[in-house]
């Protein structure tokens, strides 16, 4: 799917995953693919530049397993003068932890780069997708 290199082109992102997989995987999974896509999204929106047309193309892919689905998201950019990476941010930072939050919901996430920009994905293992020992705080 290619959206416009724009912020309203991570909640199409969002919308359109939810769509096509909330009958497909849980809803836990399914809240934290959204959160990553639209970290990816955002990310590419603020840090990089767009590809030809000024858009992101994103991406995903479903493989079912007898552990239960496992999920690759992929983000298309332009790319950036720097990589991404997990910086430091300190607690009155207004941004810096996006790719913390990545990080911490998928399996493993990584950069490609060639001569036409940069791929920014994440991956989701069944293992990963259940967070019972998460305990709500008020």
């Given at each position: 799917?290619?959206?416009?290199h724009h912020p309203a082109g991570a909640r199409l992102a969002r919308h359109r995953l939810a769509d096509d997989l909330a009958d497909v995987v849980p809803p836990m999974l399914l809240a934290d693919l959204i959160a990553v896509l639209a970290e990816l999204v955002?990310?590419?929106?603020?840090?990089?530049?767009?590809?030809p047309?000024?858009?992101?193309?994103v991406a995903w892919r479903l493989r079912?397993?007898?552990e239960g689905p496992r999920v690759h998201l992929a983000v298309t950019d332009g790319g950036a003068s720097t990589r991404?990476?997990?910086?430091?941010?300190?607690?009155?930072?207004?941004?810096?932890?996006g790719l913390h939050i990545v990080a911490g919901l998928a399996t493993r996430w990584g950069v490609e780069?060639?001569?036409?920009?940069?791929?920014v994905w994440a991956e989701f293992e069944p293992a990963t997708t259940s967070r019972s020992d998460l305990v709500a705080a008020g």
């Amino acid at each position: 799917m290619v959206v416009p290199h724009h912020p309203a082109g991570a909640r199409l992102a969002r919308h359109r995953l939810a769509d096509d997989l909330a009958d497909v995987v849980p809803p836990m999974l399914l809240a934290d693919l959204i959160a990553v896509l639209a970290e990816l999204v955002g990310n590419s929106v603020r840090h990089a530049r767009p590809l030809p047309g000024g858009v992101v193309r994103v991406a995903w892919r479903l493989r079912p397993s007898a552990e239960g689905p496992r999920v690759h998201l992929a983000v298309t950019d332009g790319g950036a003068s720097t990589r991404p990476r997990i910086r430091t941010a300190n607690p009155d930072a207004a941004d810096g932890r996006g790719l913390h939050i990545v990080a911490g919901l998928a399996t493993r996430w990584g950069v490609e780069r060639d001569g036409m920009g940069q791929r920014v994905w994440a991956e989701f293992e069944p293992a990963t997708t259940s967070r019972s020992d998460l305990v709500a705080a008020g």
